[in-house]
C-alpha cells in the first residue's frame, strides 16, 4: 500500500504542475500531461538524490518533497490565472474517447496481470511475450534498492548499467515503501499503457479533428500487423494445425514470424507489454510531439524552452525514442524553414535552436556517462540496408517493397499519397518529413547488436505518419461517396490491416508460461530474508534466473541474451562461472576474485553446467536445501584447498 500511496503522490504533483503549464489546453489534456509528468518526476527526481544518497528511501522521499515543493509554487504564483472553461474533452468526442480507451485498457490490465508473474500454487506465471524480456526488468528493479548511483549490472557485477533503468527504478521506489514486486509492475505498465493509448488520441485529434480518422488511426496503431494472415490461412488449407499453432505454439502468431520475414510485430504483445523501456518511451514521446506542435502553432520560445526541458530527460527513459524525437525535431525543422515566409525564418530558427540547445544540455551527460560508452564502445553502430530483409551480406530476403507491404499491410502504400495530399507548410507535411527523416536513417544505419531493436524508431515514424495517412483515407471515402462498393473496399482494407494483429491479441490473451517454480520462488523468498544484499551468488546463467530476477543479488555472469545485446563483453565472467562451477576445487582463487560468497545449485546449474556438487557438499556450509535447490555459504575458511 505504501509503494502505490508513494506512487500517487508524484502523480498528484504532476498534474497541479501540468494544470498550471498548460492552462489553455482543456482539463482532459492538462490530466493527460499530468499523469506523464508525474511518472518522469516519479523516475528522474529519486535518482538525482541517489547520487549522493544512494537510491534509499531517504533518496526517495526528498525526491517526493521536491516535487511537491515545485507543484506548491507553481500553484500558488497561476492562483489568479484562469484555466479553460471548455468541455472536460473540448471539442474530442467523450464517446470517442471511452470507445477507444475503455476496451483497451482492460485489455491491458488483465495481459499485465497475466504477464507478470502471475502465482499459480505457488510457482510464479507469465505470457508468451514477457518470457524472454521481463526477467531483465525484474532483476534491474529489485537490485537498485539502496544502491550507491550510478548503478551497475547485477547480472556483471563492476560493469556500469548503461541501458535505460528509469523505467524499472519506479518500481524500485515502490518496492523500498513496500510495494509487492507483481502488483508494482502491473500497475505502473497498465497506467502507462492508458497514458500512451490517451496521447495517441489526442495527438491524432490535434493533426486530424475528424471522429473517422482518430479511430481508424487508432486501430491501425495498436491492431497493427501485416499480411502474415495470408500465409496462416494458406498453409491451414494444407494443415489445418497450422491455425490451431496460432493459439498454442510459442511466437507462432502471424505477425512474428521470423521464419517467413514477418517482423513487424504487434505493437500491445511483442513491445509495450514485454518492453517496458519502450513503453516508458513512448509514455514520454507522444506528450512531446504534442507539445512540438503546440509549441510550432503558438510561434513560442517558452513553449520550445518546455519542450526542450522534457526531451532532454528522455535518453534514460528510452534512448531511442529520445533519437527519433530529435531526427523528427531536425526534419520538422527543415521544414519549417524552408515553408515559412523569409522574414520569420530567423526567428524559426531561434525558436528550434532553443529548444535542441536546452535537451542537449540535460541529455548529454547522460549519453556521454551511459549511453555512447555502451553503443559506442561496444562496436554496434554498422551500415546495414534494410532492416531484417538484409541477409547481412548485403543480399535482401524479399523484394525492397514486398517485405514492408507485407509487414506493414496496406497502409504502408497509403503513406506517400497521404504525405504529398497534405497542405504545403502544414504541421502534416513537417511530420511527413520528419517521419521520412526517422525511416531513411533506420533503413542505413544499425544501432545495436541486434539489428532487429531498429522497430524502436521505425514505430515512431509509423506513429506519426498515421493520423496523417487515417485523415486521407477519411477524405477519399467522402471523395468515393457516389461509387458502388466503396464499403466493401474499405472492410478489406481495415480487415486486411487488422486481421494479423487481432490474431496475435488472441494469442497472447490465451498464452501462459511458467517462469519460475514454487521451488525458485521458495529459495528466493529464503535469500531475501537471509542473504545480505550485497552478497555475490554463484549461480547458472539462464535468463530466468531466480536469484537475480527476484532478489536483486549480484550473480558472476548473466545470459548472454541479455548482455551480448546489450554490447557488453562477458566472455570471461561467463569462463569464471563455468570453471568454479564444473571444477571448484581448482579454482579457488576466482571465487576471492569475483567475491563469491554464496553458491546456488539447482537442475539448471546440475544439468547446464554440470555442476560439481559433491566438492560444494564437501567442502562448504549448506544453509538451504528444499526443492531440489541447495545454497551454501562460501566462509573464509574455505578459500584454500583441503
Known sequence: MGGILFLCGFLICGVV??????????????????????????????????????FTRTANLLGLATAALAAGILSWRGRRRLRNRAPFCGDLSPRLLLALLVPFVLLSAYLQYTHILRNVDGALHVGQSTYGDLCLHLGIATSLRNAPFPPEYSILP??????????????????????????????????????????????????????????????????????????VFDGAFKDPTMLYNVFTGFYNAPTNMPDLNLRWVNVICDMMIPQRTLLCGWMTLLPALYMLVDAIRENSVRRFALLGVWAGLMPMVHTHSFFALGLLSAGVMLHRLVSCPRPERRACLVRFLCYGATALMLALPQLLTWTFPQTVGGG?????????????????????????????????????????????????????????????????IQFQPNPYDNNKLFYVAYML??????????????????????????????????????LSLAREAVSDYQLFSAAEVQAADFIEENLPADAVVLTGNQHNNAVAALTGRNIVCGTGSYLYYHGLDYGAQLEAE???????????????????????????????????????????????????IRIYAFDGENMTSP
Request: charged share 15%; hydrophobic share 55%.
Open 578 to 628: 563455468k570453471r568454479m562451477l564444473t571444477n571448484p576445487g581448482d579454482n579457488l582463487e576466482l571465487f576471492e576474485q569475483y567475491g563469491v560468497d554464496y553458491v546456488y545449485i539447482s537442475n539448471h546449474e546440475r544439468f547446464g553446467f554440470e555442476a560439481d556438487e559433491a566438492w560444494f557438499a564437501g567442502h562448504l556450509r549448506c544453509i538451504y536445501d528444499a526443492g531440489g
Open 17 to 54: 504542475i501540468a494544470d498550471q503549464l498548460f492552462l489553455k489546453k482543456t482539463a482532459l489534456t492538462r490530466l493527460w500531461l499530468g499523469l506523464c509528468a508525474g511518472l518522469m518526476l516519479m523516475m528522474w527526481l529519486p535518482a538525482l538524490f541517489a547520487f549522493p544518497l544512494d
Open 465 to 502: 505518419m498515421l493520423p496523417i495517412a487515417a485523415l486521407y483515407l477519411v477524405q477519399l471515402w467522402n471523395k468515393l461517396r457516389d461509387v458502388r462498393g466503396r464499403a466493401l473496399l474499405a472492410c478489406l482494407f481495415i480487415g486486411a490491416s487488422i486481421l494479423s494483429g487481432a
Open 158 to 231: 563492476d560493469t556500469l548499467l548503461g541501458y535505460p533503468f528509469l523505467g524499472d527504478s519506479m518500481v524500485t521506489s515502490m518496492l523500498l515503501f513496500g510495494g509487492d514486486l507483481a502488483l508494482s509492475f502491473t500497475i505502473t505498465g497498465t497506467l502507462m499503457m492508458a497514458l500512451v493509448y490517451a496521447g495517441f488520441i489526442l495527438f491524432s485529434w490535434e493533426l486530424t479533428h475528424r471522429k473517422g480518422a482518430v479511430a481508424l488511426a487508432f486501430a491501425l496503431m495498436f491492431v497493427n500487423g501485416g499480411l502474415g494472415f495470408l500465409y
Open 380 to 444: 554496434s553502430l554498422a551500415l546495414r540496408f534494410n532492416w531484417v530483409n538484409n541477409q547481412g551480406d548485403g543480399r535482401l530476403i524479399d523484394g525492397y517493397f514486398w517485405f514492408w507491404i507485407k509487414n506493414v499491410g496496406p497502409v504502408y502504400l497509403i503513406m506517400v499519397p497521404a504525405a504529398l495530399s497534405a497542405k504545403k507548410g502544414s504541421m502534416q507535411r513537417s511530420l511527413s518529413l520528419g517521419a521520412l527523416v526517422i525511416y531513411t536513417v533506420a533503413e542505413l
